[in-house]
Nanobody, 126 residues
Framework: VQVVESGGGLVQTGGSRRLSCTVS????????MAWFRQAPGKEREAVSC????????YYANSVKGRFTATRTNDKNTLYLQMNSLNSDDTAMYFC????????????????????WGQGTQVTVSA
């Protein structure tokens, strides 16, 4: 299974960015997907978790109302639309594919068997 994120980069405060995550080697549509992020010196944070159909979505309080997670199962792709970005959003963003824990595993997705991408850096400048 390969998980590959894209879309990171430098964005100004107040701007928007859309991250994408493409999965290969697995039946994408059957699994919970999530976005995590980690900033230097900070703990990893679960940003969003979305069930297989997109009907159930978790958002961290820090991004609620600004970020939107969606998925397109026939394209094996997960998205994270990020709006009204600020310096606190600067982090490495990771895409995670659940290995079978289901919705109850959200948002922690703590299983060591989950599949993680390499991350994409988002930097928000003043």
């Amino acid at each position: 299974v390969q998980v590959v994120e894209s879309g990171g980069g430098l964005v100004q405060t107040g701007g928007s960015r859309r991250l994408s995550c493409t999965v290969s080697g697995a039946t994408f549509g059957g699994y919970v997907m999530a976005w995590f992020r980690q900033a230097p010196g900070k703990e990893r944070e679960a940003v969003s978790c979305i069930n297989w159909s997109g009907d159930y979505i978790y958002y961290a309080n820090s991004v609620k109302g600004r970020f939107t997670a969606t998925r397109t199962n026939d394209k094996n792709t997960l998205y994270l639309q990020m709006n009204s970005l600020n310096s606190d959003d600067t982090a490495m963003y990771f895409c995670v594919m659940d290995s079978g824990g289901g919705w109850s595993a959200c948002p922690a997705l703590s299983s060591p068997n989950n599949y993680w991408g390499q991350g994409t850096q988002v930097t928000v400048s003043a």
